[in-house]
C-alpha cells in the first residue's frame, strides 16, 4: 500500500514541476505559440502540454489567441485589460481571435 502512495505523490510531483516549467516560459514573452512552448521544452510531450494548458485556462491563468494557423498562449498578468478577449461566438473570419475558457 506504501508504493501505491510513492508512485503517486512522484507522479503529482512531476506534474507539478511540468506545470511550473509552461508557466515560467509562458511569463518570459509577451505571447508564445505552442509550437514555441514544445521546443522550449523538449521532454514535455502534447497530451501533458494540454493538459496542463487545460487547467491554467480553467483557472483564468492563461488566455489562447488565435492567429491565423496557429494559438498564441498569454500569461493572465501580461494581458490588458478584459477587453483583449473575445468571449462567446468569434466571427469565422477573423484573423485575429482570442478565446478565452
Given amino acids: 500500500m506504501a508504493t501505491k502512495s510513492k508512485e ?11 506545470r511550473e516549467a509552461v508557466l515560467a516560459v ?11 512552448l514544445l521546443q522550449q521544452l523538449p521532454e ?4 501533458n502540454l494540454f493538459s496542463i494548458l487545460g487547467e491554467c485556462l480553467q483557472e483564468g491563468l492563461v488566455t489562447l489567441r488565435q492567429k491565423e494557423f496557429q494559438f498564441e498562449v498569454i500569461h493572465s498578468l ?11 461566438p468569434v466571427s469565422p473570419s477573423s484573423k485575429d481571435r482570442k478565446v478565452a475558457i
Fill in 78 to 88: 501580461q494581458r490588458g485589460s478584459g477587453g483583449d478577449v473575445l468571449r462567446g
Fill in 8 to 18: 503517486w505523490n512522484a507522479k503529482v510531483l512531476v506534474e507539478r514541476r511540468d
Fill in 44 to 47: 514535455m510531450r502534447w497530451g
Fill in 26 to 36: 509562458i511569463s518570459a514573452s509577451p505571447s508564445v505559440t505552442i509550437e514555441e
